[in-house]
């Protein structure tokens, strides 16, 4: 399939930026440059949104979480919610780069949105993304009620890493006792962080992610190369993907993951877990969260909204 146009321009603009490449930048430049290109890449946040910060406690202290609703909802309303993760290698992102993003899922499929800042790497390593998105899934389940959540109907979902991390999550609910997922939302994820799929090697670079990023990523996430074969890491090698809750994956055709997420939906399909594959064959890795830039980032979002609100919201009646 060929290069989306608006893809191919937004190609276009960050060669003539001339940035530098992230694995050349240190974890704080990479964290202040990436946050210096959201605001023209996903705009002003919806005004239909109400939403709130605040903190739950985390397995290292305070967790910063931010709560979506849309506005029109009653009060006390209590409505299913996805518990989210944003993406950005596990070293950048927070719960401003992908606000956006959150705040139209919470509005298009009628739902509460709950997005956890989990730590990031270097400072914190592997597992301590994955234990925070885990702390908020369960603190969700145990106290929703207090934000107007129906912890009967929840889902776990992200995008890039924090795909990984929702898709390590929703392994770690169903092996210990954790609670029930009606979805996972997996936009292009990692999934295997030892292995190097055709993907790799044909957008190894020229694409915004390259090959050699990822690899800067896994070495601030997890540099002892031998826990990468850990299904937290890399939830493609899980012994069993069956039982799972049904799986929504997303990919891009011009993304390094492209092939690993391919292969994660293939695997659940296989193993009797519910799974969609959407591939937007034109796109670039991370552009649902670029709705100024990219027509593809609307649809798509759009996509996955009405993906939450089938399995949240009208299957749950």
Known sequence: MALDPESQRLIDLMAAANRPAWNTLSPQAARDLYLSLRPR???????????????IAGPAGDLAVRIYRPATAPADAELPCLVYAHGGGWVFGNLDSHDVLCAQFALEA??????????????????????????????????GASIGVDASKLAIGGDSAGGNLAAAVAIWARDNGGPKLRLQLLAYPVTDAVGRAESYRRYEDGYGLNAATMEWFFDHYAPDKGSRGD??????????LSGLPPALVITAGYDPLRD?????????????????????????????????????ARRGTSLAAAALREALVQRAQ
């Open 41 to 55: 890449a996903q705009g002003p946040r919806p005004a239909e949104a109400k939403v709130v910060d605040r903190t």
């Open 110 to 143: 009628g739902i509460v949105v709950f997005a956890v800042d989990y730590r990031l790497a270097p400072e914190a390593r592997f597992p301590g993304a994955f234990d925070d998105v885990v702390a908020g899934l369960k603190w969700v389940a145990a106290n």
């Open 231 to 240: 299904w937290r890491v890399s939830p493609l090698r899980a012994k069993s």
């Open 260 to 296: 690993e997420g391919r292969a994660y939906a293939f695997r659940l399909h296989q193993e009797g877990t519910q799974a969609d594959l959407v591939e937007f064959g034109g796109m670039l890795h991370g552009f649902l969260s670029s709705p100024m830039l990219l027509h593809g």
